[in-house]
């Protein structure tokens, strides 16, 4: 299918912006029951669509796990809808809050309301959950919800946009399809909350687009992930583990490790522990239904010229291809490559990689493993390895990231009881559960006076009775 044949023109998309914005101004707090079918309505389309979904994405990626993406696009989904369903009436209360001792018998108060139109631009590697999943949250903090999904997923942006329109009014939720540029004009509108979720280089494009309306963002962008093998490590336990992080979609995940910090002289272990994990992970890569294909051809170009970068520079390439098959011509699938010896100057390095190679740096101290992730930007995601419980206080009290899995890869990402979201350049803002709910709404502080009050002493003609009352409540705070 070509994206051509299902572009929202600039007045539909102008039309849909207006609707929405209308609509809220007439229901300005919908109440727990509308928004309670919202969300069931949303979980009907996914089980109606499922089908439907999990083959559209199969044929955009020219070949995708269908077990993949059962599990971290609807599973996610229907997991983040259920947790919002059970806790939704309890989000939606007023919460009473402390009132300093100087200022009652008044008390305070704070009155979650939505915030209006809230739009989202989602990416192609989780084309489904990274559209809806921060709808959820949206929608159950009472928000009109607009959603412009990726031109590089067509098939599963039309079927998306032709199911939403069957199971809501537009004026509730839409989806609006196109290419880049209707990505570009999105962003320009004057959204209540706009959330993306990218590059970091795009990102930085979105903000400054919405700082012209002053459109507060969620950022949700990505960077170099590391994962850290401690000197304590397991390896059989931890090089499988690593493996499936790296290896789920091909390594086209957001949180998925971009590379890998070793201690010095366990690399023969690890190349031999790894690839044993491979041969059981995916004991053939070209016709495998569990391997997936890497979305475009410029996208594996790209891959391809970072493995040839890094090969010029000096990087061993060590491939992890068990069934030794030719994947150089006729497939969209890349051979999982390990990248030994890589430095920082080579673009893999530089570069979010988002593909199933992994860069290894070795490294003597853990003083030095921990300059080395400080001396880049701030990650969306750090994995540590390892059974030292003093090493693991230690990397997270002195490293930044938007999330952490201790032990494991990318199970951060999937509680509904945990915020997610990213740290200086790997985004801003956090959504799932409470935090979603919260992130989409205005939590209106209300102080709220009572008939006894003493702030009658605090009004003019001033005396030294406020004097004296005042000198009181300073010693008091």
């Not at 018998?105 to 559209?131: D, E, F, K």
């Not at 740290?423 to 919260?438: K, L």
Request: proline share 6%; glycine share 8%.
């Amino acid at each position: 299918m070509r994206t051509e044949q299902f572009l929202t023109t600039d007045d539909a998309l102008g039309q849909a912006f207006a609707a929405q914005r209308a609509a809220f101004a007439a229901d300005r707090h919908p109440s727990f029951s509308q928004r309670l079918s919202r969300l069931q309505r949303l979980q009907q389309l996914l089980q109606a669509h499922e089908a439907e979904f999990v083959e559209a994405i199969r044929a955009d990626f020219g070949g995708r796990s269908t077990h993949e993406t059962r599990l971290a696009e609807l599973f996610v989904l229907e997991a983040g809808l259920s947790h919002a369903r059970r806790h939704l009436r309890r989000w939606m209360r007023q919460r009473r809050v402390r009132t300093a001792l100087h200022f009652r018998p008044g008390h305070n108060r704070l009155l979650p309301q939505p915030l209006g139109v809230v739009g989202i631009v989602a990416p192609w590697n989780y084309p489904l959950q990274l559209a809806l999943g921060p709808a959820v949250a949206a929608l159950a903090a009472g928000n009109r919800v607009l959603i412009k999904p990726s031109e590089l997923t067509p098939r599963l942006s039309a079927a998306l946009a032709a199911a939403v329109a069957r199971h809501f009014h537009p004026t509730e939720l839409c989806v609006l399809t196109g290419d880049a540029e209707l990505s570009r004009r999105f962003c320009a509108l004057p959204f209540d909350h706009l959330v993306f979720t990218g590059s970091t280089a795009v990102g930085r494009k979105v903000a400054q687009a919405a700082a012209a309306n002053l459109t507060p963002v969620t950022l949700e962008l990505g960077g170099k992930s590391p994962a850290l093998f401690d000197a304590s490590v397991d390896l059989a336990q931890a090089v499988p583990r690593l493996a499936v992080g790296k290896l789920f979609n091909a390594g086209q995940t957001c949180i998925a490790p971009d590379y890998l910090l070793l201690p010095r002289g366990m690399t023969d272990a690890l190349v031999q522990h790894l690839q044993q994990a491979v041969a059981r992970l995916y004991p053939t890569l070209r016709d495998n239904p569990d391997y997936t294909a890497i979305v475009s051809d410029g996208h594996r170009r790209r891959l391809q010229a970072l493995l040839d970068d890094a090969r010029d520079c000096g990087a061993r390439l060590v491939p992890l291809n068990p069934a030794g098959e030719d994947l150089q011509s006729g497939t969209p699938k890349l051979v999982p490559t390990l990248l030994l010896g890589a430095t920082p100057a080579m673009r893999v390095m530089q570069e979010e990689i988002f593909g199933p190679l992994l860069p290894v740096v070795t490294y003597d101290t853990l003083d030095e493993a921990l300059a080395f992730i400080n001396a880049g930007d701030r990650p969306l995601a750090l994995y540590w390895f390892g059974r030292d419980a003093a090493a693991r206080e230690r990397v997270l009290r002195d490293t930044h990231a938007g999330g952490v899995t201790v032990n494991d890869c990318l199970w951060h990402m999937g509680q509904e009881d945990q915020p997610f979201g990213g740290v200086g350049a790997s985004g801003q803002g956090a959504y799932h559960g409470q935090w979603g709910f919260d992130r989409f709404s205005h939590l209106k502080p209300v102080y709220q006076q009572s008939r006894f009050t003493g702030a009658v002493l605090f009004r003019p003609p001033y005396s030294r009775l406020f004097e004296r009352l005042l000198g009181v409540l300073r010693r008091w705070v």
